[in-house]
């Protein structure tokens, strides 16, 4: 990767730097999922990527597609495309998240399944059919010192399940915290596991619209989420927030568009999460300072609506995916710790 902080094939429009602008190499930064083949390996396909994400360790990337196909890179040059996983589910897969303690990957799809595969081997190990209605987002955690780490999943349909990461656990859910209801809510419902099983209620803004995916900081104090709006919030989830809004940031910049994509936001790793960053369908993403709410770069490269993006778990790296069938990654600034 380039030393000097660059954009995504574009400029770097971050106030602070006073650096010349320098364009990066499509290739040489760019994953492009349309490559050439001279191996034995099946190639990517080139549909739409819908969710990529940065391994714990920060060395792979994983990317779904809605034709279903699953593909595995290497993350430092030269980016290499080195497995593409069978299809095990029956409609396109929407979201994923590497294990965070074993080499597991976990997926979910439109068909109702939460998959459980073994990058190692490229075999499924368990199905679980988590709802009853489409799966639209995934995420994991580790169950405090029990060491036990939990997948969560949340549906179409308005719910939202947890289960036991582990490939022996039970196929029962752990806990569905979420009432059922509708799928279009605009409202956020936050859950704090306690003895008591209390809830706390949180209304956004009144012109705000279905929220497309949510992002959990870092430290565990907020919550990113943005919505059909084209507002993308930041919620206040500690214990006892100053705002009674629990409203912590609006932040203007990633246009939703008319297609109505599940956009996923992310936080960044490498510095506590200071900064946050959605896609959009001006084909940009969006990267904002979050106790400012002042947006830091505004990163072109992609043909189409940006659909997921992912911060490098150690280095300052970003990682995008889109409706074009590529992926990009760049390096920006380091953040800059006061």
């Not at 083949?37 to 990317?63: H, V």
């Not at 022996?168 to 419902?189: I, L």
């Not at 619209?209 to 919030?233: C, E, H, R, V």
């Amino acid at each position: 990767m380039a030393n000097s902080s660059n954009g995504l094939n574009g400029s770097n429009t971050s106030p602070r730097s006073s650096k010349p602008t320098r364009h990066l190499d499509r290739q040489k930064f760019g994953l492009v999922r349309s490559v050439k083949r001279t191996s034995n390996l099946e190639a990517p396909s080139s549909a739409e990527i819908l969710s990529c994400r940065f391994d714990p360790t920060g060395q792979n990337i994983a990317a779904c597609s809605a034709d279903r196909s699953v593909s595995l890179w290497r993350t430092y040059s030269p980016n290499t495309n080195y497995d593409l996983l069978p299809s095990f589910h029956k409609a396109p897969i929407l979201d994923l998240h590497w294990s965070l303690y074993s080499p597991t990957l976990y997926t979910v799809s439109a068909d109702h399944v939460l998959g459980f595969t073994d990058v190692t081997t490229g075999q499924r190990v368990r199905k679980i059919r988590a709802h009853r209605g489409i799966i639209n987002a995934l995420d994991r955690t580790m169950a405090g010192r029990a060491g036990i780490e939990l997948v969560v999943t949340g549906s179409h349909g308005g719910s939202v399940r947890v289960w036991e990461g582990d490939v022996e656990g039970s196929k029962q859910s752990v806990a569905s915290p979420f009432p059922r209801g509708t799928g279009n809510a605009e409202t956020v419902y936050m859950y704090r596991c306690t003895t008591y099983g209390k809830t706390k209620r949180c209304t956004p803004p009144r012109d705000t619209d279905t929220p497309t995916s949510l992002a959990l900081s870092p430290n565990g104090s907020y919550l990113l989420s943005p919505s059909f709006s084209s507002q993308t919030i930041i919620h206040d989830v500690r214990p006892f927030s100053p705002s009674p809004s629990r409203i912590h940031r609006v932040l203007q910049g990633a246009p939703a568009g008319f297609e109505n994509t599940l956009l996923k936001g992310a936080w960044s790793k490498d510095d506590e999460g200071r900064r946050v960053a959605v896609g959009g369908a001006d084909r940009m993403v969006c990267i904002w300072e979050v106790e400012s709410g002042r947006v830091l770069y505004k990163l072109p490269g992609h043909k189409g609506t940006v659909t997921s993006v992912d911060f490098h778990p150690k280095e300052p790296i970003i990682l995008t995916a889109s409706k074009d069938a590529t992926m990009l990654m760049g390096e920006i600034e380091q953040s800059l710790v006061i």
